[in-house]
């Protein structure tokens, strides 16, 4: 059966019988990937965990089935983690879920699956099943993200400076969660000693003081800059860091400037549009984002929002020559910026 977010949460905090198969996929991985650490949390840390591959499954249907009815070595607590899963393991899938019993809960981490997905389909309609699509946070979601994650540890972190971490780690929130974890010890914070990170604190520790910044992207690209933005491009392939989370930093502030831009087309300066939306931006960047904003027109904004997806779906793409294209698309839209300045 498909679940919204809280239901999936609740789920993995507290497996029982009545939950044989949690599906977790969608295009966000990495949120797939700290739903599973959920299960294991709630599992306790002595729990003997399985691993198998998809490829595995799919050459014996009846492993998946055969797991999760075994008895664990040391009669503990047991659970089966399933990767790289498609529909190569719909018939074992099928197996658990009309096994006669399943003592052990399994988790399926398959990634972006097909509407037609037969695996996909299995999990929707079997009532001992849970199917949760996990998609990259954006905006206002995103910091909410980081804001919460935060909060689990201890660790208080006001709107503009979740948005700055957001920025950073591109939305990836594995990267994001181990960031605030930085955060988190540098100001000693946990749960029973709350502690509160500054933007001075993220200055000390954090990922946009090192070699994968993504900010300094941003900025050139979008600010019509087309040297400065291709040294950044070269310097973040040279470090393996163009990746679909540079994308998403771009993609985000042309959201941000797109929200902002009608506000100054009904007339207002930039500068006052900036400052008027408070702590949801960095005041170190206002000036670049009220610059962008009287470089680019809302319609400007649509067409570049629209190449950018371009250039996430290049970068996720496993041809070899995906990275060149995106690199060559990121540079066209610096060139443009700087037409318009120049006009």
Known sequence: ?????????????????????FLLYGPDESGSAALAERLARAMGPEAERID????????????LADEAAAFSLFGGARYIRLRSAGDECADAAAALLDAPAAGNP?????????????????????????????????????????????RDLGLRIAPDVARRL??????????????????????????????????????AVGVDNGDTD????VDTVLSGAP???????????????????????????????????????RGRAPEDVVEAAG???????????????????????IQVHGRLLGVERQLKSSQSAGPVAAAAELLAIAR???RRRQA
């Open 214 to 217: 993504l900010s300094r992207l």
């Open 336 to 338: 443009a910026g700087a």
């Open 52 to 63: 198998l591959e998809g490829s595995a499954v799919g050459r014996d249907p009846a492993l």
């Open 279 to 301: 702590k949801t931006i960095f005041w170190k960047e206002k000036p670049v984002v009220a610059r962008q904003l009287r470089l680019w027109t809302a319609t400007d904004l």
């Open 227 to 265: 040297a400065a933005a291709g040294a950044e491009i070269d310097r973040l392939g040279t470090a393996n860091a163009l990746t679909p989370q540079a994308a998403r930093g771009l993609l985000r502030r042309v959201a941000l400037l797109a929200q902002l831009r009608a506000d100054v087309e």
């Open 106 to 150: 399994v988790i399926v981490l398959a990634g972006t699956l097909k509407p037609s997905s037969r695996l996909l389909k299995l999990a929707l309609a079997a009532p001992l099943a849970m199917a949760f699509a996990s998609y990259a946070p954006e905006g206002a979601d995103a910091g909410r993200l980081a804001i919460g994650i935060g």
């Open 1 to 21: 059966m498909k679940v919204n977010r809280g239901q999936i949460e609740r789920a993995l905090d507290q497996p029982g019988t009545d939950i044989r198969l």
């Open 166 to 203: 957001v920025d950073s780690t591109g939305g990836d929130r594995a990267l994001l969660t181990r960031e605030i974890e930085k955060l988190a010890l540098y100001v000693d914070a946990a749960p029973d000693r709350p502690g509160e990170a500054g933007h001075d604190a993220l200055d």
